[in-house]
């Protein structure tokens, strides 16, 4: 990987000011995916979402002139900028434009996919065109939540049960899926800036109290560690604890809990705070419970929860477990 990246700069497909393709993924992240896929020489790989060319450059540098890389985008515009790309820097890689959730059947089986974008759910065509052993990398949801990214990584075991990994981490949704899909979304009257989701049944209105209350919350820090905040996440959406909730406001984006027995009663962390509403929160306190469980079961990381895809008529969600 790392000759790779020496004889591809990322420069050739992101410009020189990073802003050729946007968005794009930063270039320490591809690699650090690419690298946990394991392409070897000889290998043929599919990529879902061209954007930039720069992961097919790489992945054609990583199986060599014996091996394939089809790359298939649904932009046409991008396809076709790619396209000149890899003819410009002679990097052998076929880009298509085209629907990337059905894969491309025409090249099948690949031993490698690698996806660089968060469907809805993973598609049962990339499954079904992985050969046998083959490693599939694609973003995923972990709920219905707003936000809810990760990556996830899955191996077509001879048994033909897949198995799977959560990471932290994410790439955008697929195009036109980027709609909330929580039971309830609200944002606020003043500003749109601010929101709040939930999986609970509750009305709008309701969701619009949480929202105000949490916006004149007490702030108290909780952590230090920059990578603390994601992994707690991953976990309360894996307890999935009643009342959860996304929110962002003045004072930051982040998970928690709300309550409407009376006087509306809300708590979320941050990536640095928690942030309460009433000062003697109820829920605040539940919430700093959880926290402390977390902690106490080791502050696990989302790679250490269990993780399984689920099958559904249209492909597989992916589920993750608490360690408690």
């Not at 890389?69 to 900028?81: C, F, M």
């Not at 309830?184 to 999986?199: E, G, I, P, Q």
């Not at 952590?223 to 307890?239: G, M, Q, V």
Request: hydrophobic fraction near 40%; glycine fraction near 10%; charged fraction near 20%.
């Amino acid at each position: 990987m790392d000759a790779a990246a020496r004889a591809i700069p990322a420069e050739l497909y992101h410009g020189a000011d990073g802003k050729a393709v946007r968005p794009c993924t930063p270039a320490p992240v591809t690699l650090r995916h690419l690298r946990m896929l394991d392409v070897r020489p000889e290998m043929r790989v599919l990529e879902i979402g061209t954007g930039s060319g720069y992961s097919a450059a790489l992945l054609s540098h990583l199986v060599g002139p014996t091996g394939v890389v089809v790359t298939v985008d649904i932009s046409a515009d991008l396809s076709e900028r790619a396209r000149g790309l890899f003819a410009e820097h002679r990097h052998q890689v076929q880009a298509i434009h085209g629907d990337g959730m059905y894969g491309w059947p025409e090249g099948a089986p690949y031993d490698r996919i690698f996806v660089g974008t968060t469907p809805p759910q993973i598609p049962a065509a990339w499954l079904d065109q992985l050969a046998p052993g083959g490693e599939l990398i694609a973003g995923c949801l972990l709920s219905s939540l707003p936000g809810a990214y990760a990556v996830a990584q899955i191996r077509n075991t001879p048994d033909g049960e897949p198995d799977v990994f959560v990471l932290a981490g994410g790439y955008t949704p697929t195009i036109g899926d980027e709609k909330p899909q929580a039971a309830t979304y609200v944002t606020a009257d003043d500003d749109d800036r601010f929101d709040l989701a939930t999986n609970a049944t509750i009305t709008e209105d309701a969701a619009r109290e949480l929202l105000a209350a949490l916006r004149v919350g007490r702030a108290t820090t909780w952590t230090t560690e920059p990578d603390d905040y994601l992994h707690l996440k991953n976990w309360l959406i894996a307890r999935d604890p009643e009342g959860l909730l996304v929110t962002t406001t003045e004072l930051g984006t982040g998970i928690g809990l709300g309550s409407l027995g009376g006087e509306p009663d809300a708590a979320f962390v941050t990536g640095t705070h928690l942030v309460t509403r009433p000062a003697n929160s109820a829920v605040g306190t539940r919430l700093h419970d959880l926290i402390t469980n977390w902690r106490l079961v080791g502050s696990p990381t989302t790679h250490e929860l269990p993780a399984r895809l689920v099958r559904s008529e249209n492909g597989y969600t992916v589920t993750v477990q608490p360690l408690t």
